[in-house]
């Protein structure tokens, strides 16, 4: 049995910011990161839409729009500090009827309470802006960036290791408790004792939690989000990065069209319920997961407010064409045969009883453990200030 003052649980790139923190608050500290995969970054922080969010979308005084508002500078500057390159191309919020121009005012609202550089466009300034796009008024944040978030995560996981951590990679966490001094955590490989443990689990945030005795009212539903690649376009057929306004009928924000690191664009996601947490095909199914999921009366209250919403969505899964038109709406430049298949992700959503989403950051404690219980976007761009919270949180 190996002995650690901390252990962290998940190697995505909010674990690893934590270890980071950890590190720097106790650098004589003996800390072990527990890795189910072969390599960091294999779910939610290598599988999203690499932009480093500006906070426009977030309520005022959450979490969410704290850490935002400081990760996106915080990211940025580590980013520059060790050579990862950040491409500052700025959002395009665009509205497309009068209904989307009168909740983009909205919008702007909250993104001047949130302390967020924002631009109303007009539409002759929208169209001269990404003259590929349809738009009767638009919202610029300039301050939006992109990044490969894996890439990040990699070097986190260096820096970690160069310091002094220690990762341990294919030990999935199968078992454990707390004890009056410490944890015990169970893989499939060994067993570890810690004096404190923070749990950055994702998709199976809830099991863990349960597991190490934290109250918790939520379950993880994992959705499941589609992006397609668009192919036979010119390198600057959009200059920025292309969303249109939130639809209140729908949880999500819904398919908007993002450069890329590598080059190219991508449309998506959309967000259809995931037979397998953890399951990137369609066709991916795991029982127990699925079972979770249709099992929880707060799922079934999330389908009955978003019936309409929920359609829409299987029908855009299953059929190209209905997924297309989401993206027409703002460019009809794009055609079916320009759309190929790429990566999928999928969300690890808290849901409450009531079917509410969790809308904000959510962490639960126990007297030795520290669970991330709820971090989906902007996660990765709040990253830093999410990592230094969890060290000073438990060393609390």
Request: hydrophobic share 40%; aromatic share 8%.
């Amino acid at each position: 049995m190996k002995t650690y003052d901390y252990l962290i649980v998940g190697g995505g790139i909010v674990g690893l910011a934590a270890g980071r923190s950890l590190q720097q608050a106790h650098p004589r500290s003996r800390i072990l990161l527990l890795e189910k995969e072969e390599a960091v970054a294999r779910h939610q922080s290598g599988r999203n839409s690499g932009v480093i969010h500006a906070g426009v979308y977030y309520a005022p005084g959450s979490l969410k729009a704290q850490f935002c508002r400081e990760g996106k500078q915080e990211m940025r500057r580590y980013c520059e500090e060790h050579g990862v390159r950040v491409e500052a191309c700025g959002k395009l919020i665009v509205a497309v009827d009068e209904a989307e121009t009168v909740r983009l005012q909205a919008l702007e609202d909250r993104a001047r309470a949130n302390g967020i550089e924002i631009e109303r466009l007009t539409r002759a300034e929208a169209r001269q802006a990404e003259p590929n796009i349809k738009a009767e008024a638009a919202l610029l944040s300039p301050s939006t960036c992109i990044v490969d978030f894996a890439e990040v995560a990699r070097l986190m996981a260096r820096e970690f290791e160069a310091a002094g951590g220690t990762i341990a990679f294919d030990h999935e966490v199968i078992g454990g408790s707390e004890q009056a001094n410490g944890v015990t955590v169970l893989t499939t490989r060994d067993q570890f004792v810690a004096g404190k443990a923070i749990f950055c689990a994702g998709l199976q945030a809830d099991r863990m939690a349960k597991t190490f005795g934290a109250e918790i009212d939520f379950r993880i539903v994992p959705f499941r989000g589609e992006y397609f690649r668009v192919n036979n376009q010119p390198d600057d057929f959009v200059r920025h990065l292309i969303y249109p306004v939130p639809d209140p009928a729908r949880p999500f924000l819904g398919v908007h069209l993002t450069r890329k690191m590598d080059g190219g664009f991508t449309v998506g996601p959309n967000a259809v319920l995931a037979m397998a947490r953890e399951g990137y095909g369609k066709m991916d199914i795991r029982l127990r997961d699925l079972a979770d999921s249709m099992s929880y009366r707060g799922f079934w209250r999330l389908v009955a407010a978003n019936a309409g919403s929920a359609m829409s969505e299987l029908s855009a899964s299953a059929l190209k064409r209905l997924y297309l038109r989401r993206v027409q709406r703002y460019c009809d430049h794009i055609r079916l045969q320009d759309l190929s298949r790429y990566r999928p992700g999928i969300r690890a959503q808290a849901v409450r009883p009531d079917g509410t989403l969790v809308d904000d950051f959510l962490f639960a404690r126990t007297r030795h453990t520290l669970h991330v219980c709820n971090a989906p976007s902007p996660a990765a761009t709040s990253s830093l200030p999410i990592g230094r919270h969890i060290a000073q949180s438990l060393l609390n």
